[in-house]
């Protein structure tokens, strides 16, 4: 990046800028925290929020090199999440145990959510670049132990090493893309990203079966990341240029004073304490259980704490209370804790709706929710042009929502006989409703925030999808196994505990006309829980209905006139 000239620092500075000068950041005096209002409208044509023009900004192959890097860590990250479905029966036939198949997924998300806000601190601290490449490096060990894993419990510390690093690529690739494009270029290519996620949700079940099967076996499902995410690295470490960061020129003592060690510790305890208890809770124990009641209180007690430190002490603050009270941020963290619960619930128990309803294989039930995948990707693009044509991101946001509804409450119709046209159109509004929706509260944190913020925004945006997502799994489990339970009492040669442990595919094994009745009995708990994500959708209109309406393309005079 060149270098500003004075003029432009002092434009900066009246707009309200943290002070990054030592003296002020030595005794933990620093401050971040939301803009201004001429702040909130500093994005201009040919301007970003640090008042560089469009010529500072990294052009042609440079910039595809730089972007397609980030795309390529972000596909990573997305790839990783589902790749291990369709390997787990190959994978436990090696390892001789079933006992923590569920950690196999859990580890590697359970991590993810925990650190995104822990590295949406340090990218304000330390160099953008130096944490980047640390978190894909860390995904890459992650990665190695799992590929080389000799064990059970190996495998899965690799998965919880690998979601360490996917939490610091989630929210340092869109930190990568406001230090290379300005304000009013970025909509669509974040939309991009929203397209890469939705490529790899379907390609990830495909790719992971054709290892298993294949004489690489299942460990190139991970070996695969290796000389992908070096090809990553090197693109980055050599291209991308380190913007102004003056907090990183402080000494080491100086830096970790503002990492906020205290809240960080009682924030990652509570949340994987929490996390813990859904992912216990309902399977491994009772609800009622001694443990899950603890981990609960435990979680509950420590993230008071944290909000407690937060409030204490705001100026080294991992959330300052002036970035998460400022209007758009509080909101569009609601639309995407609501938002992740809806697409959660959809994208896990529709599968199961297909194996179980429609007797598919696991990759087959993958193949079905391609029309869901589609739209998502056509969503996400649609929407990033669109609001990059119009502006203001809030309308989009508004109309996505809505799609989201109609297709959420299209599924909670779907019956035994439901017909493949039904099953494939109900698919489409939802998917393209929720690409649209999940780009605005992203774009709000990078027009609303200081630019050296929007990694703090970014993060909680994605803790908060992920937190939505992990919690309202754990609810449509619970859901489906007490209407499950209700809807086969009295049934005879009916065993419902055999069902619920072994899942859909058992339903294959019961004879006719028992098998009747379980499939209507699986078919209706299954719609309780597409209500929830009905209900889910619904109140994400809530949080988009608290946004600004701000503008990508808007001047600060424009702004100011307007007022």
Sequence with gaps: MEVRSASIDQSVASRGQPDFRPEKVADGELETGATDKKKDAAATLGT????????????????????GSSYLSMFLVALDRLIVTTAIPK??????????????????????CAFQLFFGKLYVVYSIKLVFLTSILIFEIGSAVCGSAPTSNAFIVGRAIAGVGSAGIFSGAITILVYCLPLHRRPFYQGLFGAVFGVANVISPLLGGAFTDSTATWRWCFYINLPVGA????????????????????RTRQKLAQLDGPGLLTLLSG???????????????????????????????????????????????????????????????LAMFTSGATMMITFYYLPIWFQAI????????????????????????????????MGYYTPFMMAGIIMMAVGAGLLTVLQVDTSEG???????????????????????SQTVL???DVSIGT?????????????????????????????????????????????????????????????????????????????????TLLGASGMEWKSVKKTVSEEDSER
């Design 48 to 67: 970003d929020q640090d008042g560089k023009d469009d010529s500072a900004f990294p052009r042609g192959i440079k910039l595809a090199l730089i972007l």
């Design 91 to 112: 994978i436990t036939d090696e390892f001789h145990t079933v006992t923590n198949v569920g950690w196999y997924g859990s580890a590697y998300l359970l991590t993810n």
């Design 231 to 250: 090809f990553s690295i090197i693109c980055i470490a050599c291209l991308f240029r380190i913007p102004d960061q003056k907090i990183t020129h402080l």
């Design 271 to 333: 949340v994987t304490c929490l996390l813990l208890a859904l992912e216990w809770g309902g399977t491994t124990y009772s609800w009622n259980n001694g443990r899950i009641i603890a981990l609960l209180a435990i979680a509950v007690v420590l993230l008071i704490c944290f909000i407690g430190i937060q409030i204490a002490c705001p100026k080294t603050a991992t959330i300052p209370p002036s970035i998460f009270v400022q209007r758009s941020i509080m909101t569009g963290s």
């Design 358 to 389: 429609e007797e598919t294989s696991a990759v087959e039930s993958g193949l079905r929710i391609l029309p869901l995948v589609i739209a998502q990707v056509t969503g996400s693009l649609a929407g990033g042009i669109g609001i990059q044509k």
């Design 422 to 444: 039904e099953w494939i159109g109900y698919q489409i509004p939802y998917g393209i409703g929720l690409g649209i929706t999940l780009q605005a509260p992203l774009l709000a």
């Design 450 to 452: 200081a630019v050296q």
């Design 459 to 539: 993060s909680l945006m994605f803790f908060s999808q992920l937190l939505g997502g992990s919690i309202f799994v754990s609810v449509g489990q619970n859901l489906f196994d007490n209407y499950f339970i209700e809807g086969l009492n009295g049934v005879p040669g009916v065993d419902v505990a055999t069902i619920l442990e072994e899942g859909a595919t058992a339903i294959t094994n019961i004879s006719e006309p028992a098998k009747s009745v379980v499939v209507a009995a699986y078919n209706n708990a299954l719609k309780k829980v597409f209500i929830a994500g009905l209900a889910m959708a619904c109140f």
